[in-house]
């Protein structure tokens, strides 16, 4: 049954921005409950304005609602003024399309893309009326699904979640639901069975950890009876490299899902009635990224590189205008500067878009001399801040995380933004980088006063450098898994250095708060034992871990004392390269043993190079070994030891239109 | 405001209902959304000059966040002529819910900025109680009538908003009591009350219905407000 919409009313008005509760936005899909199949609810664990700009749930609610038998619907968390007065007026949490709530849904799909999430995943559990654990719930229960770039280490919240979906959505939620509708009124065992099968799915209830006296994982473990083969057993990933981890057993990893080539773009984008971030359109031109920077967590879980053609995109655009009316199209990518037809690609978009005042933002370039001519291009002589990620300041902290460029270079392209007419940079580095040294961040500041010059040469004590100055997370699955996080109190000594050297017209600094860089890097690396930790800080208060302003961190602190769990375990600690770590039970397709190699490059300083032209054989091509595609950015594979047993001509390439499940058996 | 450029060729004003999800929508987010409609109907607008051009659009009267209203004004300039029917034909399907279109007709490009042209702005409020919310409306419903009375009669009535203190008594043209309390069934010795009003709404003289509501006791009860109509100065 609906809500009482009655209530609802007579509570809108006493909080923030009412209109992220009301649904009713152009180009929402509201359709018939009663006479739909399935119902799925796709859950955000952020508020609508963040949500609304999350192109992930987008992508997933166009592929859903496409089924003529599925309804999907959205809910994000309400703000902390809302469920409170939710609470006091008794209505549970509910979706914005046919307000239902959301126990009445079949599945709940949330989607976690940072870690920070985790303690509004329970409160929307709990605002839902639903039991918070997964063990605590049965087949009278929607089954709780999770996706997205945080749960590539699912287990802080394997406690809470029936199922995680890892890696590409796309195509792995429609087989979820399929495996839910084959399975449907059967047990939440059998359902769970029924998932588990599918390829991408870790049910972590399938699964024990052992734990050795020192807190470091032993092993991870099918628990009796042991899961169920995958479809197409003999399909099963097999171990990558010498298992360094213990118990290769019972189809672990859960190698991540892929969709070889990115399906075409959502294009009826909902229309937000409230102001939201990224109050635009958004179509992803590349998913990937093919410079291996070692902190970058979506660098390497992402890969391999899959870009849309030209003609794509643009069509996308074309289909967005009168679908839309938005004035801005954002192209999205993890780095802009490297789609291999950015330039043909931005003067398309100009010649055919020119006249019908459309803005285009391009994110994520480079600090190169083409990337500032693409962004004149595309600014139409609109001039707001250039970005620029160096990341670090030195060369030789530069070559620890592999983002070659030399600070001569960077200084030259600073100077032509400033000619070409733009009068602010921006500036992202992080500090606490392994082998980062007090000159390194020092170097920061002189960089910084270094672009001011540049500046001030154009545009006199107009020109503006804003500094932003991220604390280092060590995160799972890249070549910095092993190393710690820098402890709070060298942080403050830094950040207070940079307060200091920072100073005066025309120069802002911005920097993260210590203890949101310490939670966010304990959640990144928890195992499952912090389930109890992160639903004792949801009890005591904490929500919104995100947000400097609502953050708690004394209820974190005391719920990491009451379940004797010390944060600093996961992490300040280095680990020795042959620990197991919890997150081994997804792979990303990456050897462990390639970002171990990664790992001790950069501290012998040595770079490696973008493989676009020269495969590394980070085991990407190894994963989906019988895939290739001409959309990827990996050269054709090459026939060379480390690629066992493939010869030319075995690798399986895939056609546009075709997908992972398409692929032929052999 | 609009100013004259040059590439607009023709000002047509919409009268428009607004409520449903698009009821706390803010001003700025209804201009926005009018815009994103326009554009969705490929609607020639004219555009503002300078490095960010704008569509050029004036809404008549900013409505609160959480009111209705049911004859509101937009001004919209294209820089091509089109038929109004042609144009109407075009919007209405593609408005978002909540929107809905009475009537567009041609004006005049000199016309002055709608916003100037408002002078007062007539409201339906509807109001529910419970007598522990109002203070002193555990009394006989026929009270009601013998506030407003008491109300209008007054020489002064001294409101404080947002920090400023004003007179309301010179802003209020009109105050009736539209529907008797009513009852509301379950709601013991509660009811609902509808009021009337016509509110001065000119630039720098505006008041808000909530501020009749709150002289008149009732500051503390659920309303719903709903712009009937706004009136234009006269000349």
């Given at each position: 049954m609906q809500i009482d919409l009655s209530r609802l009313e007579h509570i809108l008005p006493t909080v923030q921005k009412p209109g992220r509760y009301v649904g009713g936005e152009y180009n929402s899909i509201v359709k018939d409950w009663e006479a739909t199949l399935t119902r799925v609810c796709l859950a955000f664990?952020?508020?609508?304005?963040?949500?609304?700009?999350?192109?992930?749930?987008?992508?997933?609610?166009?592929?859903?609602?496409?089924?003529?038998?599925?309804?999907?619907?959205?809910?994000?968390?309400?703000?902390?003024?809302?469920?409170?007065?939710?609470?006091?007026?008794?209505?549970?949490?509910?979706?914005?399309?046919?307000?239902?709530?959301?126990?009445?849904?079949?599945l709940i799909g949330f989607s976690?893309?940072?870690?920070?999430?985790?303690?509004?995943?329970?409160?929307?559990?709990?605002?839902?009326?639903?039991?918070?654990?997964?063990?605590?719930?049965?087949?009278?229960?929607?089954?709780?699904?999770?996706?997205?770039?945080?749960?590539?280490?699912?287990?802080?919240?394997?406690?809470?979640?029936?199922?995680?979906?890892?890696?590409?959505?796309?195509?792995?939620?429609?087989?979820?639901?399929?495996?839910?509708?084959?399975?449907?009124?059967?047990?939440?065992?059998?359902?769970?069975?029924?998932?588990?099968?599918?390829?991408?799915?870790?049910?972590?209830?399938?699964?024990?950890?052992?734990?050795?006296?020192?807190?470091?994982?032993?092993?991870?473990?099918?628990?009796?009876?042991?899961?169920?083969?995958?479809?197409?057993?003999?399909?099963?990933?097999?171990?990558?490299s010498p298992p360094l981890w213990g118990g290769q057993r019972g189809g672990?990893?859960?190698?991540?899902?892929?969709?070889?080539?990115?399906?075409?773009?959502?294009?009826?984008?909902?229309?937000?009635?409230?102001?939201?971030?990224?109050?635009?359109?958004?179509?992803?031109?590349?998913?990937?990224?093919?410079?291996?920077?070692?902190?970058?967590?979506?660098?390497?879980?992402?890969?391999?590189?899959?870009?849309?053609?030209?003609?794509?995109?643009?069509?996308?655009?074309?289909?967005?205008?009168?679908?839309?009316?938005?004035?801005?199209?954002?192209?999205?990518?993890?780095?802009?500067?490297?789609?291999?037809?950015?330039?043909?690609?931005?003067?398309?978009?100009?010649?055919?878009?020119?006249?019908?005042?459309?803005?285009?933002?391009?994110?994520?370039?480079?600090?190169?001399?083409?990337?500032?001519?693409?962004?004149?291009?595309?600014?139409?002589?609109?001039?707001?801040g250039f970005t620029f990620a160096p990341e670090a300041a030195t060369e030789r902290l530069r070559a620890i995380i592999n983002k070659p460029i030399s600070t001569d270079q960077m200084l030259n392209v600073a100077q032509e933004v400033f000619e070409r007419g733009w009068r602010t940079i921006k500036l992202y580095f992080m500090i606490g980088l392994p082998g980062e040294r007090v000159d390194d961040v020092q170097a920061i500041a002189g960089l910084a006063r270094a672009v001011r010059a540049m500046g001030r040469k154009v545009h006199g004590r107009r020109a503006q450098v804003n500094v932003s100055v991220n604390t280092f997370v060590p995160k799972p699955h890249t070549p910095f898994q092993w190393v710690g996080l820098e402890p709070t109190s060298s942080v403050h000594e830094k950040q207070a250095l940079l307060r200091r050297e920072l100073r005066g017209r025309g120069l802002k600094l911005n920097y993260s708060d210590p203890e949101a860089t310490l939670l966010e890097a304990t959640l990144a690396r928890g195992d499952r034992r912090?389930?109890?930790?992160?639903?004792?800080?949801?009890?005591?208060?904490?929500?919104?871990?995100?947000?400097?302003?609502?953050?708690?961190?004394?209820?974190?602190?005391?719920?990491?004392?009451?379940?004797?769990?010390?944060?600093?375990?996961?992490?300040?600690?280095?680990?020795?390269?042959?620990?197991?770590?919890?997150?081994?039970?997804?792979?990303?397709?990456?050897?462990k043993k390639f970002l171990l190699e990664e790992y001790r490059r950069s501290q012998r300083g040595e770079m490696l190079a973008d493989c676009r032209e020269q495969c590394h054989g980070c085991g990407i091509l190894g994963a989906y070994g019988d895939g290739w595609s001409d959309e990827w950015r990996c050269p054709p594979p090459p026939e060379k030891p480390g690629f066992p047993g493939k010869k030319p001509g075995f690798y399986h390439t895939f056609k546009r239109g075709e997908t992972d499940n398409d692929r032929p058996t052999s | 405001m609009a100013q004259r450029n040059g590439s607009d060729v023709m000002r047509l004003r919409i009268t428009f209902s607004k409520g449903?999800?698009?009821?706390?929508?803010?001003?700025?987010?209804?201009?926005?959304?009018?815009?994103?409609?326009?554009?969705?109907?490929?609607?020639?607008?004219?555009?503002?000059?300078?490095?960010?051009?704008?569509?050029?659009?004036?809404?008549?009267?900013?409505?609160?966040?959480?009111?209705?209203?049911?004859?509101?004004w937009l001004d919209v300039w294209l820089e091509e002529p089109m038929p109004v029917k042609d144009f109407a034909r075009a919007l209405v399907p593609l408005l978002p819910d909540g929107l809905v279109i009475s009537q567009v007709h041609q004006v005049r490009l000199k016309e002055p900025a709608l916003q100037t042209q408002i002078a007062s702005a007539e409201y339906r409020v509807t109001v529910e109680w419970h007598p522990e919310l109002v203070e002193g409306w555990d009394e006989p419903v026929e009270q009601v009538e013998a506030r407003i009375k008491?109300?209008?009669?007054?020489?002064?009535?001294?409101?404080?908003?947002?920090?400023?203190?004003?007179?309301?008594?010179?802003?209020?043209?009109?105050?009736?009591?539209?529907?008797?309390?009513?009852?509301?069934?379950?709601?013991?010795?509660?009811?609902?009350?509808?009021?009337?009003?016509?509110?001065?709404?000119?630039?720098?003289?505006?008041?808000?219905?909530?501020?009749?509501?709150?002289?008149?006791?009732?500051?503390?009860?659920?309303?719903?407000?709903?712009?009937r109509r706004l009136t234009a100065a006269a000349g």
């Amino acid at each position: 049954m609906q809500i009482d919409l009655s209530r609802l009313e007579h509570i809108l008005p006493t909080v923030q921005k009412p209109g992220r509760y009301v649904g009713g936005e152009y180009n929402s899909i509201v359709k018939d409950w009663e006479a739909t199949l399935t119902r799925v609810c796709l859950a955000f664990p952020d508020v609508y304005d963040l949500g609304m700009s999350n192109l992930g749930l987008a992508i997933l609610y166009g592929v859903l609602n496409a089924l003529p038998d599925v309804l999907a619907e959205r809910a994000y968390m309400p703000w902390v003024d809302m469920a409170a007065a939710m609470r006091e007026a008794h209505i549970p949490l509910y979706s914005l399309e046919n307000k239902r709530p959301l126990p009445d849904f079949d599945l709940i799909g949330f989607s976690l893309p940072y870690e920070q999430l985790y303690t509004n995943l329970l409160e929307m559990l709990d605002l839902a009326g639903l039991p918070l654990k997964a063990s605590d719930r049965d087949e009278q229960h929607p089954l709780i699904i999770a996706g997205g770039h945080a749960t590539f280490n699912p287990e802080p919240v394997a406690d809470f979640v029936d199922a995680f979906v890892i890696g590409d959505g796309e195509e792995t939620v429609v087989d979820v639901v399929r495996a839910y509708q084959e399975t449907r009124g059967d047990s939440r065992e059998a359902q769970l069975r029924a998932l588990a099968r599918v390829s991408g799915i870790y049910v972590p209830r399938f699964y024990d950890v052992r734990y050795n006296a020192d807190g470091t994982v032993a092993a991870i473990e099918p628990t009796p009876p042991h899961p169920p083969p995958r479809k197409g057993g003999e399909q099963t990933p097999q171990p990558l490299s010498p298992p360094l981890w213990g118990g290769q057993r019972g189809g672990l990893p859960i190698l991540k899902r892929v969709v070889p080539i990115l399906p075409p773009p959502p294009t009826r984008l909902i229309i937000p009635t409230v102001d939201v971030a990224h109050n635009r359109a958004a179509v992803e031109i590349q998913r990937g990224c093919t410079r291996g920077c070692r902190f970058c967590h979506a660098g390497m879980a992402m890969r391999p590189v899959r870009e849309r053609p030209v003609e794509e995109v643009l069509e996308a655009i074309e289909a967005i205008l009168p679908q839309t009316g938005f004035e801005e199209v954002g192209l999205l990518s993890l780095s802009s500067s490297d789609y291999s037809d950015i330039e043909d690609l931005v003067r398309a978009i100009i010649k055919r878009f020119g006249d019908a005042h459309l803005s285009i933002s391009l994110p994520a370039l480079r600090a190169d001399s083409f990337s500032v001519t693409l962004a004149e291009a595309i600014a139409r002589g609109r001039r707001t801040g250039f970005t620029f990620a160096p990341e670090a300041a030195t060369e030789r902290l530069r070559a620890i995380i592999n983002k070659p460029i030399s600070t001569d270079q960077m200084l030259n392209v600073a100077q032509e933004v400033f000619e070409r007419g733009w009068r602010t940079i921006k500036l992202y580095f992080m500090i606490g980088l392994p082998g980062e040294r007090v000159d390194d961040v020092q170097a920061i500041a002189g960089l910084a006063r270094a672009v001011r010059a540049m500046g001030r040469k154009v545009h006199g004590r107009r020109a503006q450098v804003n500094v932003s100055v991220n604390t280092f997370v060590p995160k799972p699955h890249t070549p910095f898994q092993w190393v710690g996080l820098e402890p709070t109190s060298s942080v403050h000594e830094k950040q207070a250095l940079l307060r200091r050297e920072l100073r005066g017209r025309g120069l802002k600094l911005n920097y993260s708060d210590p203890e949101a860089t310490l939670l966010e890097a304990t959640l990144a690396r928890g195992d499952r034992r912090l389930g109890a930790v992160v639903q004792r800080a949801w009890a005591l208060g904490a929500r919104f871990d995100a947000w400097d302003e609502q953050r708690d961190f004394g209820a974190w602190m005391r719920a990491f004392a009451e379940a004797g769990f010390d944060p600093g375990f996961y992490a300040y600690r280095e680990r020795p390269p042959d620990e197991t770590f919890p997150w081994e039970v997804v792979s990303t397709g990456v050897h462990k043993k390639f970002l171990l190699e990664e790992y001790r490059r950069s501290q012998r300083g040595e770079m490696l190079a973008d493989c676009r032209e020269q495969c590394h054989g980070c085991g990407i091509l190894g994963a989906y070994g019988d895939g290739w595609s001409d959309e990827w950015r990996c050269p054709p594979p090459p026939e060379k030891p480390g690629f066992p047993g493939k010869k030319p001509g075995f690798y399986h390439t895939f056609k546009r239109g075709e997908t992972d499940n398409d692929r032929p058996t052999s | 405001m609009a100013q004259r450029n040059g590439s607009d060729v023709m000002r047509l004003r919409i009268t428009f209902s607004k409520g449903g999800p698009l009821t706390y929508t803010s001003h700025l987010d209804l201009a926005r959304a009018w815009e994103r409609s326009l554009r969705r109907a490929g609607i020639p607008l004219a555009y503002s000059g300078g490095f960010n051009p704008r569509p050029k659009l004036q809404l008549a009267a900013a409505l609160p966040l959480g009111h209705t209203g049911e004859a509101e004004w937009l001004d919209v300039w294209l820089e091509e002529p089109m038929p109004v029917k042609d144009f109407a034909r075009a919007l209405v399907p593609l408005l978002p819910d909540g929107l809905v279109i009475s009537q567009v007709h041609q004006v005049r490009l000199k016309e002055p900025a709608l916003q100037t042209q408002i002078a007062s702005a007539e409201y339906r409020v509807t109001v529910e109680w419970h007598p522990e919310l109002v203070e002193g409306w555990d009394e006989p419903v026929e009270q009601v009538e013998a506030r407003i009375k008491r109300m209008l009669a007054a020489a002064e009535l001294p409101h404080e908003w947002r920090g400023r203190r004003y007179d309301l008594r010179p802003l209020i043209e009109r105050l009736w009591l539209e529907r008797r309390p009513e009852l509301v069934e379950g709601q013991v010795g509660g009811g609902e009350v509808v009021l009337g009003m016509q509110l001065a709404a000119r630039a720098g003289a505006t008041a808000r219905p909530e501020a009749v509501l709150d002289v008149l006791g009732m500051g503390e009860a659920f309303a719903r407000y709903h712009r009937r109509r706004l009136t234009a100065a006269a000349g």
